[in-house]
């Protein structure tokens, strides 16, 4: 069946063609462009459904041939009823009722999840959480959040607010993540990798020491985790102490979450696939020391598998999902 996805970003939105057959998916074809934010979303959608359409003359007869079209997209939002509330990535983008509007568009069942939610969807269909009833998706990367995918199905919460777990303190002090000071986000996440980071130099400088890749005052204040990650390439022992705390932090986090989950997977995204090599022993190690002898012998901490181009299969999974749900209501 052909599947439309759209994945809506800050910067950029990408709409996307795939066709899924026999549990696997394929992507046809896609388009990008500059989101535009502001009063003017409205040329977003218009671009959207212009490049949708476009999509659909090339590749399918018409467009009932399309099973249906998912959005992924930053929250908050209201799934449910298919609203995006007001992501801070999307200034403008308030209480719009974008799903109504692409059904009535295309006439074919639409969905919206959260970017979470959307990439556990993907990974649990199609890449490494696949023949799991229980995973923990977490997208470790500009933030810290999670997809819940329990008992076999995505599990959102009353409110859409369920995996949150950027928001859990891990100490009284620490890096800012999610606005809280010590948060899981704020050790674990790319902000928080900046943050650690300049912690560790600003106290070196003070100490007389330098740090070769941000000796300037104009390195220290554009420091990413991009930067970071550079340097543990060569080798550099600043960095490599930065990711080992990076590392111990996210152990702590993800041994509460198997924990209280008690998951079969915990599939994580971003820094983590980049990262496997140095952060998993540590990751392992700290595991096995605070979480629950049971729990954690039955679940694996796995690297995301669908690589750079889960965004699209993340935007793909909400219109297959949607598509078995219309199908089963008939």
């Not at 992924?72 to 509007?101: E, F, K, T, Y």
């Not at 809280?180 to 650690?196: P, T």
């Not at 820094?271 to 096995?288: D, G, H, M, S, W």
Request: charged share 20%.
């Amino acid at each position: 069946m052909f599947l439309l996805g759209i994945d809506i970003g800050g910067t950029k939105t990408a709409v996307i063609l795939g066709k899924e057959e026999s549990g696997q998916v394929e992507i046809i074809d896609r388009r990008e462009f500059q989101t535009i934010s502001g009063n003017a979303y409205t040329e977003t959608i218009n671009k959207i459904e212009s490049l949708a359409d476009s999509l659909i003359r090339q590749h399918v007869s018409g467009r009932r041939d399309v099973a249906a079209l998912g959005i992924s997209c930053g929250g908050p939002l209201d799934s449910r009823n298919g609203m995006i509330l007001s992501p801070p990535n999307l200034p403008g983008w308030n209480r719009v009722p974008i799903v109504a509007h692409f059904q009535q568009k295309f006439g074919i069942p639409a969905a919206i999840q959260n970017d979470a939610n959307a990439c556990a969807l993907a990974e649990w269909k199609w890449g490494a959480g696949k023949g799991t009833k229980n995973m923990i998706f977490l997208t470790f990367g500009t933030g810290m959040g999670a997809g819940l995918i329990l008992n076999g199905q995505l599990y959102s919460g009353t409110n859409d607010m369920a995996g949150e777990v950027g928001h859990i303190r891990l100490e009284k002090n620490g890096p800012v993540g999610f606005g809280k000071r010590g948060s899981f986000e704020g050790f674990c996440s790319g902000g928080g990798i900046s943050q650690l980071a300049k912690n560790i130099i600003l106290e070196k400088q003070q100490q007389g020491e330098e740090v070769w890749w941000c000796k300037t005052s104009q390195e220290f204040e554009k420091l990413s985790a991009k930067t970071v990650a550079e340097a543990l390439q060569t080798g550099d022992p600043v960095a490599k102490a930065i990711y080992q705390e990076v590392g111990y932090y996210l152990g702590r986090g993800l041994s509460i979450l198997i924990d209280i989950l008690n998951p079969q997977k915990i599939v994580l995204g971003s820094i983590y696939v980049r990262q496997e090599e140095i952060l998993a022993p540590i990751v392992t190690k700290v595991v096995e020391s605070e979480a629950l002898f049971y729990s954690r012998k039955v679940c694996q901490i796995v690297p995301a598998r669908l690589g750079e181009r889960l965004g699209d299969y993340a935007a793909l999974s909400v219109a297959s999902h949607k598509a078995m749900e219309s199908t089963i209501k008939g």
